[in-house]
């Protein structure tokens, strides 16, 4: 029984040291995602502002190198399907939906900031884009495994000559370092997106 509640814990020292000291990582560096209406609800924590530093930039390309933007050859809205299947499958909390309006109540914004949210009560995500946009957004809050601290994830499809490229942000609240987190929700969410487009964009996705 010790062993087994030891494990996590022994687990996060590894990861503490093997991986690199992040809470906020993205496919674009250059202009990363905005947080948007997520940028409420970290005010009150202890890493309330989007802004990543020229020293966080370089431990993400040294730590996570694979990291990069997806294209896929359909239209954004094709894609923002996509991606609203996946984020209702994750049980995600829906904060902000391609159409703007807001998937949640002042009331459960508030509990949204809270860092005990349950996997099991997102919002249901619907791609309803405005007329022709060219960029559509998610602004969506996940839960890490363990201590189930919240993370910020924006998932950004812009337009590029009748292609979509996908964008993804993921910022932890309550951790300096988040061990791996942001990476992993990054890297699990497009290779889900890549398995629900296979076969609809055409050729497999290239990272930029």
Request: charged residues 25%; without cysteine.
């Amino acid at each position: 029984m010790l062993l087994l509640v030891a494990t996590p814990f022994a687990l996060y020292g590894y990861w503490a040291i093997v991986l690199p000291k992040l809470n906020d990582v993205t496919t674009d560096l250059e202009t990363p995602p905005s947080l948007g209406t997520l940028e409420t609800l970290r005010a009150e924590t202890p890493f309330p502002t989007g802004n990543i530093s020229d020293v966080s930039t370089q431990k993400q390309l040294e730590g996570y190198p694979s990291i990069a933007p997806r294209r896929y050859r359909t239209s954004i809205t094709r894609v923002a399907e996509a991606v609203a299947d996946i984020v209702e499958d994750r049980n995600w909390r829906v904060i902000s939906e391609p159409d703007g309006e807001q998937a949640i109540s002042a009331q459960t914004a508030e509990e949204a900031q809270a860092p005990d949210i349950s996997a099991g009560d997102g919002g249901d995500a619907q791609a309803t884009p405005t007329n022709n946009p060219s960029v559509l957004r998610f602004e969506v809050v996940a839960s890490s495994l363990f201590l189930r601290l919240p993370t910020d994830v924006v998932i950004r499809i812009t337009d590029d000559d009748g292609e979509a490229l996908v964008d993804l942000r993921a910022a932890n609240r309550y951790s300096a370092h988040d061990f791996g987190t942001s990476a992993a929700i990054i890297e699990s969410f497009l290779a889900d997106l890549d398995g629900e487009l296979l076969g609809v964009a055409g050729e497999l996705p290239a990272a930029e």
